[in-house]
């Protein structure tokens, strides 16, 4: 059958969606820049520097608990749209309060939407996207979180170029964190042109314009084939949550709850969020430490780039395999370093950033990819809100605890236990992960189903 697929479309839909990534990225790193002065600005505790940055990712677990449903419900593009509204409202709430508390709210309801774009956007994206590059376009929501990432820390560098410390401790956090404002509003815009999710309208029951979406990305012929499969799936399924249990999906469910935690609690956040403090630990000055940042956001595109080219070619396990063992290399090192007698600020900056190109290429998008993959029509929006639940529930601990642990036990045996859920990662991998590559969604489920556990 001749390729009918209008890539142009399907490109310009999943950059769209991706924008949420770009949002994701945005809002989760302008902590970096902020706690610093933050820190310093309210007299925080080691405790209550962690609540000041975890207070958005308290919103994020809520957000991810209930989009699934809501998205089940209401449309992926209702829901994604809602978030963009929250986006835009936590930027000027964070960017203007008198205390912590009120700071603490603000970032909550910016949390909302980050917990609810980090699942409907790749899902929206595996649900529109043909299965020979659907890895890349879902992998291209991590590009857009790494962008938005390096995005921040470069607009933060700036913000905090424009006055002196006192002058930072007292505005340029508030304008770091008000700048958001700006994609959000940009988001908001772009989604209009976005149609409804078709698998999503198929369940339903507007088949008619499911068909008009599918044939628009795949060409008649094609769609056709695609819509008959999506209906022979849904009618095999209940869209309950239980259903999810039953055997076979069990086993979707574990791969998919299990990658979620372990992209976290391997420490990718520790460093995102807590680079520049981790850079002054080791004698960088405040800019210096910022302009590392800024190096190590740098890294996490290039290395994404790579998982971008791969994904579709190696497969989702190989990525996964290699990239997590040279995690856990990195880590061990960084460990080391802080072991030594005088840490030294240039050995942990490269150790860092082989962490960084490790994780980028493989363990950031991979998950993200995989959990878009792996769940049932009728209830992908709920299992997707498991496992992302999940996840935002690890960045929380991490987040929190994090200056904690490095207060406490220090910097070595912090990035050692890193290290040790890094290990167990590649064993769950190489024992339990299964490769989806090139197939269809419904194709992937009709393997869970007629699996034995």
Known sequence: MQDQTNYKYIYLISIVAAVGGLLFGYDTAVIAGAIGFLRDKFELSAAMMGWAASSAII?????????????DEFGRKKILLLTAVLFAISAIGSAIPNNLTQFAIARFIGG??????????????????????????????QMAIVIGILLIYFVNLKISNLGDESWNINMGWRYMLGSEAIPALIFMLLLTIVPESPRWLSKSGDEKRSLEIL??????????????????????????LKELFAPGLRKAVIVGVFLAIFSQVTGINAIMYYAPEIFKSVGFGT??????????????????????????????????????????????????????????????????????????????????????EIFPTKTRGVAMSLAVLMMWVSVYFV??????????????????IFMINAIILVLFVWLRVPETKGKTLEEIEMTWMHSED
């Open 59 to 71: 919103g994020c677990v809520f957000g991810a608990m209930f989009a699934g449903k809501l998205s």
């Open 112 to 141: 909302l939407g980050v917990g609810a774009a980090s699942m409907l956007a790749p899902l929206y994206i595996s649900e529109v996207a043909p299965a020979n590059i659907r890895g890349r376009l879902v992998t291209s929501y």
């Open 215 to 240: 044939e628009r990305i795949n060409g008649l012929a094609k769609a056709k084939e695609i819509q008959l499969e999506i209906n022979e799936v849904l009618k095999e399924e209940k869209g309950t």
């Open 287 to 372: 800019e210096s430490a910022l302009f590392q940042t800024v190096i190590v956001g740098s890294f996490n595109i290039i290395f994404t780039l790579v998982a971008l080219w791969l994904v579709d070619k190696a497969g989702r396990k190989p990525l996964l395999l290699f990239g997590v063992s040279g995690m856990a290399i990195c880590l061990l090192c960084i460990g080391m370093v802080f072991n030594s007698d005088n840490a030294n600020g240039p050995w942990i900056l490269i150790f860092i950033l082989g962490y960084v190109a490790s994780f980028s290429s493989s363990l950031g998008p991979m998950p993200w990819v995989m959990i878009s």
């Open 399 to 416: 987040t929190q605890f994090f200056p904690i642990l490095l207060e406490s036990i220090g910097g070595a045996f912090t990035f050692w």
